[in-house]
C-alpha cells in the first residue's frame, strides 16, 4: 500500500566512483524526501522533490523523480568518505513514511 | 539558535516498566512529531503533536502515549514496556503540520532488558 521500496540495501563503492539509490512506490507520491543518517546520528533532511520529472542537484548530488511521481533516485557523483552512511526516501504530508535505505560505505 | 533536543540520551528498562522521553522542538517550530527507529531499519511513525493534540497516528499500541505542552515541547510515553520497545526514539519538529522540513533531534537510545 504506502511502502516505499529502496534499492539496493548495501552499497560499497571505491572513493571516487558514483552511487545511485532508488526508491520505488506502487501508488503515485505527491512528493519525495530524501534523508541522510551517518552511522550513530539522527536522520537529516536533504530534499523535497514535488514536480513529476523534477531534477535538483545539490554539489555531487542529484535527485530525481520520475514522470509518473512513482519512484525517485538519488545519485552521487566521485563518492567521498564523508559521504558514508544510510540515505532513506519518504513520503507523506502530515507523517512520513520512510523507505528501507541504502547504506553506503565508501572504501578509501 | 537551538536545533531539536532530545533527553535522555541513552537508557535502559526493565520489561513491564513505564519510561518517558522529551523532547524540545527547534526555535519556531509548533509541531512535534514522533518516530522509533529499530536497528537497522528506517524511521517508524508514532505520532504527532500540534497545539497539545494528537493529530496523526501510526500503527503502534496504545501503550505509546504522548503529550504537549504550551511551549511546543513534547513527550512519550511508553508503557509495558517491552523487549521489542529497543529502539532509537527520534523526535522530529516542524512549522505546521505538514509539506515544511522536518528536523530530527539526535534521538533517545532505549534498551528494554
Known amino acids: 500500500g504506502q511502502q516505499v521500496m529502496q534499492i539496493p540495501q548495501y552499497q560499497h563503492v571505491q572513493e571516487g566512483e558514483d552511487f545511485t539509490t532508488y526508491c520505488n512506490s506502487s501508488?503515485?507520491?505527491?512528493?519525495i524526501q530524501w534523508y541522510k543518517q551517518r552511522p550513530g546520528g539522527h536522520p537529516v533532511f536533504l530534499i523535497q522533490l514535488v514536480k513529476s520529472g523534477e531534477v535538483k542537484k545539490q554539489k555531487r548530488l542529484t535527485f530525481q523523480f520520475g514522470e509518473a511521481k512513482k519512484n525517485s533516485s538519488l545519485h552521487i557523483t566521485a563518492t567521498q568518505t564523508t559521504d558514508v552512511g544510510t540515505y532513506f526516501c519518504?513520503?507523506?504530508?502530515?507523517?512520513?513514511?520512510f523507505g528501507t535505505g541504502t547504506r553506503l560505505k565508501v572504501l578509501a | 539558535d537551538a536545533g531539536v533536543t532530545q533527553s535522555p540520551t541513552h537508557l535502559i528498562k526493565t520489561r513491564g516498566q513505564q519510561v518517558t522521553l522529551r523532547c524540545s522542538p527547534k526555535s519556531g517550530h509548533d509541531t512535534v512529531s514522533w518516530y522509533q527507529q529499530a536497528l537497522g531499519q528506517g524511521p517508524q511513525f508514532i505520532f504527532q503533536?500540534?497545539?497539545?493534540?494528537?493529530?496523526q497516528r501510526g500503527n503502534f499500541p496504545d501503550r505509546f502515549s504522548g503529550h504537549q505542552f504550551p511551549n511546543y515541547s513534547s513527550e512519550l510515553n511508553v508503557n509495558a514496556l517491552l523487549l521489542g520497545d529497543s529502539a532509537l526514539y527520534l523526535c522530529?519538529?516542524?512549522?505546521?503540520?505538514?509539506?515544511?522540513?522536518?528536523?530530527f533531534g539526535e534521538g533517545s537510545w532505549l534498551t528494554v532488558v
Open positions: 503533536y500540534y497545539e497539545e493534540e494528537e493529530r
Open positions: 519518504a513520503r507523506g504530508t502530515y507523517k512520513y513514511i
Open positions: 522530529a519538529s516542524s512549522l505546521g503540520q505538514g509539506g515544511n522540513t522536518i528536523y
Open positions: 501508488t503515485t507520491l505527491s512528493n
